[in-house]
């Protein structure tokens, strides 16, 4: 595996300052030395045209690194190293530069239709922030760094969906829909692993869309609706069994009533009724009595 090599390259305003001038005093030399006519000499000519060709040449060593990329430098396919320090640089010119960007990026994925761990179809897609920290890595051990992320983020994106439940039954159960900070740290590990390799650093990875596939949606909303008036039916339960204890207790306590077991069934039942029921209690004026 090829690894970063941080090199520094010279000034390049000092290479300019060099070069530049000398340039222009060569070709005016050759311009001079060409007006001589009969008089002028053809191989101090050519010295001087190859001397400017030379320093043309040097003067192709000339780059510029902007804020938060690099270059990287080839000679004759060898790595040589990394230039990040932002200016006017300059360096052998027959080095290749291929130019990094370190910036942060961040794109959302396709919508994908993946099936979760219990078979249900669903819909999936999530927003991937990313960034190079490994220039060699991501210019050598990839063809296309870029292409790499996206490909593998969705992969590891499908490979997430069908680890969980879109949806848990109960609260000790980590589904795509109930626990999402624990669902993206395991996505952002997954689509880590899977671009250590290309130099990429995985800032943040977030699911962005999340829902049942259009064919088994209206069904699954059923179960949801089922399961949320279970659920509040559970809650209104415990609640009045609860409410109707402490009433038994307190009346005990006070002793306002002295109850049988018979009619204190029947004063469980009514409240429970008033307690449990979907409309308000109807008031029932007893005309006689139970017992005789």
Not at 11 to 23: I, N, Y
């Amino acid at each position: 595996m090829i690894r970063e090599k941080q090199m520094s390259a010279a000034s390049g305003w000092l290479a300019l300052a060099l070069f530049l001038p000398l340039l222009v005093l060569l070709v005016v030399l050759i311009v001079v030395e060409a007006r001589q006519g009969p008089d002028s000499s053809p191989w101090l000519i050519l010295a001087y045209s190859l001397g400017a060709v030379v320093v043309g040449v040097c003067l192709g060593g000339l780059f510029v690194v902007n804020p938060n990329e690099g270059q990287v430098l080839q000679l004759f396919g060898s790595y040589v190293g990394t230039v990040k320090h932002p200016g006017l640089r300059w360096a052998n010119p027959f080095y290749t530069k291929k130019r990094i960007s370190q910036r942060i990026r961040n794109f959302e994925s396709q919508r994908l239709k993946v099936n979760d761990i219990e078979g249900n179809p669903i819909e999936i897609a999530a927003v991937i922030v990313w960034r190079v920290v490994e220039t060699a890595e991501a210019s050598f051990e990839v063809d296309n760094y870029e292409n790499f992320v996206h490909v593998q983020s969705e992969a590891a994106l499908r490979n997430l969906a069908t680890s969980y439940p879109y949806d848990a039954h109960d609260d000790t159960q980590t589904s795509l829909r109930g626990q999402t900070a624990a669902v993206a740290a395991h996505l952002k590990t997954e689509i880590q692993d899977r671009l250590s390799k290309a130099g990429v650093e995985v800032i943040e990875s977030r699911i962005s869309h999340l829902a049942y596939a259009p064919e088994i949606a209206a069904a699954m909303l059923q179960r949801q609706q089922a399961g949320a008036i279970i659920a509040a039916r559970q809650r209104i339960v415990e609640g009045a069994v609860g409410m109707v204890e402490m009433a038994l207790e307190r009346m005990s306590q006070k002793e306002i009533l002295r109850l049988d077991e018979e009619r204190r069934a029947t004063m469980v039942s009514n409240l429970l009724i008033v307690l449990c029921g979907e409309r308000a209690a109807q008031p029932v004026i007893n005309a006689g009595t139970l017992y005789q």
